[in-house]
Antibody, heavy 120, light 107 residues
Framework: QVTLKESGPGMLQPSKTLSLTCSFS??????????VSWIRQPSGKSLEWLAA???????YYNPSLKSSLTVSKDTSNTQVFLKITSVDTADTATYYC????????????WGQGVMVTVSS | DIQMTQSPSSMSVSLGDRVTITCRAS??????LSWYQQKPEKSPKFMIY???NLEDGVPSRFSGSRSGSDYSLTINSLESEDTGIYFC?????????FGSGTKLEIK
């Protein structure tokens, strides 16, 4: 059974660094073709793809945010991390991680999401 | 970036109606198009892949089609459980991009 679960700070102040963790089970990111992405959704708005990391450790970023994003994975290939530097109120959103079984595959499993509020 | 233009933004329809939601891709994405349903306070649910293929467990009243750069999700005979927001996603190339969403409500 594939599951993903996001965790994060809940709330943080503007200009700080947001650190998110995606913990998953039922698959390994070391399996050829596997990709885990981060996607976010401000309340009442659409979805925005942020970043991805694949089984080979290759990383992909949304160019609109690339300078502030860092995606990484742990050595056990069961967690993926996302850091967003210098957050502001526009980064307030629900953040999801999701799995793809190939670089051209759809997202077949999503986490439940974690709400992050940026506020002073 | 590939833009996905989704329409309509909202629909209010009657039970039993046929519903069609469309996404237009700004560049060629082949059949790398999937559809998701999102309920309030829930994560998106994977519904259709490859533009036309139903994911396991998705009711057969749902279908996907493609005409050129236009991709459609159709629900035949709407049921109350079909309410929610529907999104398309192109996964042909990075950055992956979503449609703006269609909110489907019962009249």
């Amino acid at each position: 059974q594939v599951t993903l679960k996001e965790s994060g700070p809940g709330m943080l102040q503007p200009s700080k660094t947001l650190s998110l963790t995606c913990s998953f089970s039922g698959f390994s990111l070391s399996t050829s073709g596997m990709v885990v992405s981060w996607i976010r959704q401000p309340s009442g708005k659409s979805l925005e793809w942020l970043a991805a990391i694949d089984w080979d450790g290759d990383k992909y970023y949304n160019p609109s945010l690339k300078s502030s994003l860092t995606v990484s994975k742990d050595t056990s290939n069961t967690q993926v991390f996302l850091k967003i530097t210098s957050v502001d109120t526009a980064d307030t959103a629900t953040y999801y991680c999701a799995r793809r079984r190939g670089l051209w595959a759809p997202f077949d499993y999503w986490g439940q999401g974690v709400m992050v509020t940026v506020s002073s | 970036d590939i833009q996905m233009t989704q329409s309509p933004s909202s629909m209010s329809v009657s039970l039993g109606d046929r519903v069609t939601i469309t996404c237009r891709a700004s560049q060629d994405i082949g059949n790398y198009l999937s559809w998701y349903q999102q309920k309030p306070e829930k994560s998106p649910k994977f519904m259709i892949y490859g533009a036309t293929n139903l994911e396991d467990g998705v009711p057969s009243r749902f279908s996907g089609s493609r005409s050129g750069s236009d991709y459609s999700l159709t629900i035949n005979s709407l049921e109350s459980e079909d309410t929610g927001i529907y999104f398309c996603l192109q996964h042909k190339q990075y950055p992956l991009t979503f449609g703006s969403g269609t909110k489907l409500e019962i009249k």
